[in-house]
């Protein structure tokens, strides 16, 4: 399961859980990736506490995870044993990926469009097009999926990053208006 997680104080983390058996769990958060053992020692609504144990290393960690209505949904609070606290967000990357794409489009201006998530473009515009606000500039499929990606801004399609049936990763630009 892929997921974005934001630590209070906004620093972001790309996390992704496979379970391996019953009791054991490869976790990767941003480049770092864990063999875990864990134990759930405790289970009550709203709350678990679970014993974390790192399969290469042995280091042990005792966590409390709470859900956190205050954060509405996907919000945790984490307490380790150590006496360390956080709260944990659990964003849909999706729609992690398309904000940060549109991030620069709010004040107008120029707009470097990028794919939200992997798969295979199909290109709608090329260099010199005029686009509208939320016109489609690109379709990318997925999964026999097919996602259109549209323009957060007006503008002239300056440049064309890729083209038709070309395989792209999240965070690929797609093309650039101005």
Same mark, same amino acid.
């Given at each position: #399961?892929? &997921?974005?997680?934001? /630590?209070?104080?906004? +620093?972001?983390?790309?996390?992704?859980?496979? $379970?391996?058996?019953?009791? +054991?769990? +490869?976790?990767?958060?941003?480049?770092? *990736?864990?063999?875990?053992? /864990? /134990?759930? =020692?405790?289970?009550?609504?709203? &709350?678990?506490?679970?014993?974390?144990?790192?399969?290469? $290393?042995?280091?042990?960690?005792?966590?409390?995870?709470?859900?956190?209505?205050?954060?509405?949904?996907?919000? @945790?609070?984490?307490?380790?044993?150590?006496?360390?606290?956080? +709260?944990?967000? =659990?964003?849909?990357? &999706?729609?992690?990926?398309?904000?940060?794409?549109?991030?620069?489009?709010?004040? %107008? %201006?120029?707009?470097?469009?990028?794919? @939200? #998530?992997?798969?295979?473009? /199909?290109?709608?515009?090329?260099?010199?097009?005029?686009?509208? *606000?939320?016109?489609?500039?690109?379709? =990318?499929?997925?999964?026999?999926?097919?996602?259109?990606? *549209?323009?957060?801004?007006?503008?002239?399609?300056?440049?064309?990053?890729?083209?038709?049936?070309?395989?792209?990763?999240?965070?690929?630009?797609? *093309?650039?208006?101005?």
């Amino acid at each position: #399961m892929d &997921l974005v997680a934001q /630590r209070d104080g906004g +620093r972001e983390a790309e996390v992704a859980v496979e $379970s391996l058996d019953d009791d +054991r769990v +490869r976790v990767r958060v941003g480049p770092n *990736v864990y063999t875990v053992d /864990r /134990r759930v =020692l405790h289970r009550a609504p709203g &709350l678990q506490v679970v014993s974390l144990i790192d399969v290469e $290393s042995g280091d042990q960690h005792t966590i409390a995870v709470h859900n956190d209505s205050r954060g509405g949904a996907g919000a @945790y609070r984490v307490h380790a044993a150590d006496g360390s606290d956080a +709260r944990i967000t =659990l964003l849909d990357p &999706l729609a992690h990926r398309a904000a940060q794409a549109s991030g620069g489009a709010e004040g %107008g %201006g120029a707009q470097q469009v990028e794919a @939200y #998530m992997p798969g295979v473009v /199909r290109v709608l515009v090329a260099e010199g097009d005029t686009v509208a *606000v939320d016109q489609p500039v690109a379709v =990318l499929v997925a999964m026999k999926m097919e996602n259109e990606i *549209v323009a957060e801004t007006a503008g002239t399609v300056t440049r064309v990053f890729v083209e038709d049936g070309q395989a792209v990763e999240g965070g690929d630009p797609l *093309v650039a208006i101005g």
